[in-house]
């Protein structure tokens, strides 16, 4: 296609839509008077404008530039606050899990004498002179 026909047919789209200025309006109208192709492409223009029977939006590029935005920054927000809750709970629960599984060690120690201490599994042991021994407080049956 030739640029003078490109022209020819923006024009008349132009025209269909009432777009034109009144100079653009007359020459449309001359071709369609003296060029048969012309007309037809104005018949077939005007065929599918109607088939479609919609209004042409106007989109504003700029203002859905900025929605995005605030959707994504939105969902980025909301995707920290999740993070930071688990981060929270999974804190939490470990120090409870360390806080009820803590061991408090006792120490008993001798000083000049020997001593016999009995331990909470019910053994016996003999501390020598100026030692000590450390042990868990729930110290349980048969452990070491």
């Not at 653009?24 to 007309?39: C, F, G, H, M, R």
């Not at 929270?88 to 806080?99: H, R």
Request: glycine share 0%.
């Amino acid at each position: 296609m030739s640029e003078d026909t490109i022209n020819k047919e923006e024009l008349l789209i132009h025209y269909i839509l009432g777009e034109c200025n009144e100079t653009q309006s007359k020459e449309v109208e001359y071709w369609l008077e003296t060029d048969i192709a012309y007309s037809k492409l104005h018949n077939d223009y005007k065929k599918i404008f109607s088939a479609t029977n919609e209004d042409f939006i106007e989109f504003d590029v700029e203002k859905a530039k900025i929605n995005f935005d605030k959707q994504t920054t939105v969902k980025e927000r909301s995707i920290v606050k999740i993070m930071l809750s688990a981060a929270a709970i999974l804190a939490l629960v470990i120090t409870t899990i360390f806080y009820l599984n803590r061991v408090e060690i006792k120490t008993v120690a001798s000083d000049k004498l020997v001593q016999e201490i009995k331990l909470p599994d019910n053994s016996s042991i003999s501390l020598n002179r100026y030692t000590e021994i450390r042990y868990a407080d729930n110290f349980k049956d048969n452990s070491i």
